[in-house]
């Protein structure tokens, strides 16, 4: 071997500087950091100890080989420095021992070379028989180092490696053996082996760790964490049966997250690392962080103990304790604290408090016994358990948190603990009453106030506009409510809507419910006594349960919705004037509602104008009729009796124009105009009268004379026209 190595090293010397890819390259030795697992004598089965199966990379490339029984030409490769050493091709993984170098570009190998003749074909050749590996070495076992199936690689001392990659390894491997494997970077496995390994795993050093499990199941001893800084990575559920998980690390931080971990004891030993279990799940037969003084951040992590649990103080989110007995140890904090096995337990907690948001366990009816200790509810609202046996147990907070139930025994020395069943209050529910259209008082009674016979905390109503759970809207009063009957108002209803609603009343265990009933909430009314001036002034009357008034108006009809026609009001007041119409020639038509927020009334009142005969139009027939009659009285009469009738009549559309000008509505001033008229008309038919008998009684005076003349016959003229006269007037 001397002397191959001393021409190995002259024969590099002599190399020329192009040819890099065929040409050899000074050769490496064991102290290299790669170092590859391979067969000898044809098999991939040996001890760690065996330095012949670890090998170093001389050289890789392409060439062109040929096949053939004993010789391999490779075409422009100088060969001559790799006497004894081994060379595969690539693709197969099959390692052949170059015997003897015939020229530089041809080589002889021992045994039969059956690789096909692909042109340019990659190689490797490696150089075996070097020293085991050690804290500065990666070692490699890959496609060339198991001949055939189920070859076997046994850790007969401590082995020591830098990082240890199975990636590409065929042939089902199996790793044994009984020693420490010490670690200082990473572990790779693969499924494709299996692992009899009994001895311990360390991860050692202070740089980044990961492990990578392929979801084997291993048998060691111990599953060490041992670093003295960096950082530790878990990566693939590690099942390592009965052994311990021990993190004895002194320094830096591990997380286990997002992985299953199934050991015997999990151990976390005193140090200033911490571990983060994330949302790890940890199946264990016992837990004993008692000594740490680091930390176990447990965010979502859930730990199955089947043995006892030294919690160390810390805070976990969900501990499950499955075996028949547990001991539990530490001033501890849960998220969930369970007792979950399918069958009787007993759970030790001698001189420590456990603090739990959620205590719970399995479905069945087996006894669960605690023994002394003290619980503690966090997180507020209460525990409910049953079959349980209790005794030297202190449960708080003391008043009405901590049920055991009925079917549960107390064993003596507990205090804090009811050993019946938590319970609401019972409630019913009665009809309302002051029903308005958009609030009612509602009516409830307590006739039990269930767990603690404590008076309510709370009572309160539930609504909604169809029937059944759940309910839209609620209504609460906090206070102290005894048993009996209670009111509580309820607002914003729909008004003329069917109701559905329950009375409620709640403990310190929760809300207690009457049946379901139901009611009508009121209509809102529509405005009564609607009315318009022919000014357009609108006057109302607030309808019942309104807080409003919306008036539409429109023209042809009635408006019959809001939004039939033009709104011309919408308030609170009770009066409004319409500037924009012109009823001389048209008829208003006007509707109004009544509304309290968003709801109506459903009817409305209605009222109209315009259309007929205005009060200028009036105005103007009376003059004109003054004026007529006027003229006639003064073609009649002349004289006073013509100014009488000018008079009577110029005051008649004075007061017409009075009237015209006043907030009267049309009927009313029709109604007085026609009463000014007959009061005109019956003076100025007088006034005619007196005239016709005035005229009568000078015509009769005149055809008298002509037929007399004489004195006497003047008189006896007289006389006639005197009874003539009084004749007259007894027709009138």
Not at 654 to 665: E, Q
């Amino acid at each position: 071997m001397f002397k191959k190595l001393i021409l190995r090293v002259i024969l590099a010397l002599v190399l020329t500087a192009g040819s890099v890819v065929c040409s050899p390259v000074n050769p490496v030795y064991a102290d290299s950091v790669d170092l590859y697992w391979i067969p000898v004598a044809g098999s991939g089965t040996g001890n760690w100890t065996d330095t012949a199966h670890w090998a170093t990379i001389y050289t890789t490339g392409t060439a062109s080989f040929v096949n053939g029984d004993a010789t391999v030409e490779g075409g422009g490769c100088d060969w001559t420095a790799y006497d004894d050493c081994l060379i595969r091709v690539a693709s197969t993984g099959t390692w052949y021992t170059i015997d003897s170098i015939t020229d530089a570009d041809t080589l002889e190998l021992t045994g039969n070379f059956a690789e096909a003749d692909t042109g340019a074909v990659a190689y490797v050749i490696a150089d075996g028989g070097h020293a085991v590996p050690t804290s500065t070495n990666n070692v490699y076992f890959n496609i060339g180092s198991f001949t055939g199936a189920g070859q076997i690689v046994t850790v007969d001392a401590v082995a020591l490696c830098l990082s240890m990659d199975w990636t590409g390894a065929t042939n089902t491997p199996t790793l044994a053996g009984s020693f420490v494997i010490s670690y200082y970077s990473s572990v790779t496995l693969i499924s494709g082996m299996s692992i009899t390994h009994t001895g311990a795993w360390s991860a050692e050093g202070s740089t980044s760790r990961t492990f990578t499990t392929a979801g084997l199941t291993f048998a060691p001893s111990l599953f060490y964490l041992s670093q003295g800084g960096g950082t530790f990575a878990l990566s693939g559920n590690l099942n390592i049966g009965a052994g311990t998980f021990w993190d004895k690390s002194y320094g830096g931080s591990g997380s286990i997250n997002g992985t299953t971990i199934t050991c015997g004891l999990f151990k976390k030993a005193a140090g200033v690392t911490a571990l983060t279990l994330g949302n790890a799940t940890i199946n264990c037969t016992s837990w004993d962080v008692s000594l740490i003084t680091g930390s176990i951040p447990a965010n979502a992590a859930t730990i199955n103990c089947s043995g006892n649990f030294s919690g160390g103080g810390l805070t976990y989110n969900i501990v499950n304790l499955t075996g028949a007995t547990s001991t539990v140890t530490g001033n501890n904090t849960f998220n969930t604290l369970g007792f979950t096995r399918a069958g009787v337990q007993t759970i030790t907690m001698t001189g420590y408090t456990q603090t739990v948001t959620n205590f719970t366990r399995d479905a069945g009816t087996s006894v669960k016994t605690i023994v002394n200790g003290s619980l503690v509810k966090a997180g507020g609202g209460y525990v409910s358990v049953d079959y349980y046996s209790i005794s030297g147990n202190t449960a708080t907070p003391v008043t009405n948190i901590w049920y055991a139930g009925t079917h549960s025994t107390d064993s003596g020395g507990n205090s804090g603990w009811n050993f019946y069943a938590p319970n609401a209050p019972t409630v019913t529910v009665q009809a309302p009453t002051s029903i308005h259209a958009e609030d009612v008082t509602g009516n409830g009674t307590i006739t039990n106030l269930g767990a603690g016979n404590i008076n309510s905390t709370d009572i309160g109503f539930d609504w909604d506009i169809d029937s059944g759970a759940p309910y839209t809207n609620s209504v609460t009063t906090a206070g102290s409510y005894p048993l009996g009957a209670f009111t509580k108002l309820i607002e914003s209803l729909p008004a003329n809507t069917t109701i559905y609603y329950r009375s409620k009343a709640q403990n310190s265990i929760g809300w207690g419910y009457s049946a379901e009933t139901s009611f009508s909430t009121a209509p809102i009314g529509a405005p009564t006594g609607l009315a318009i001036s022919d000014n357009g002034i609108l006057t109302w009357v607030m309808g019942l349960y309104a807080s409003g008034t919306t008036i539409v108006r429109g023209t042809g009809s009635y408006p019959a919705s809001l939004t039939d026609g033009t709104v011309v009001y919408t308030g609170t007041d009770l009066t409004v004037t319409d500037v924009n119409y012109n009823p001389d020639t048209t008829t208003y038509y006007y509707s109004a509602w009544g509304y309290s927020g968003v709801y109506y009334s459903t009817d409305y009142a209605t009222v109209s104008i315009g259309g007929g005969m205005t009060s200028a139009i009036i105005l103007a027939i009376l003059i004109f009729l003054g004026l007529c009659l006027t003229i006639g009285g003064y073609a009649l009469h002349r004289g006073s009796l013509a100014f009488a009738s000018m008079a009577a009549w110029g005051i008649t559309a004075g007061y017409c124009y009075i009237l015209a000008t006043s907030d009267w509505d049309t009927y009313m001033l029709l109604f007085w105009v026609c009463i000014a008229m007959i009061i005109t008309a019956g003076i100025e038919g007088a006034m005619l009268s007196r005239g016709r008998e005035k005229a009568q009684e000078v015509k009769e005076y005149h055809e008298a004379l002509e037929e007399y003349k004489p004195d006497d016959v003047i008189k006896s003229m007289d006389d006639r026209i005197e009874a003539r006269r009084k004749r007259r007037q007894g027709m009138w």
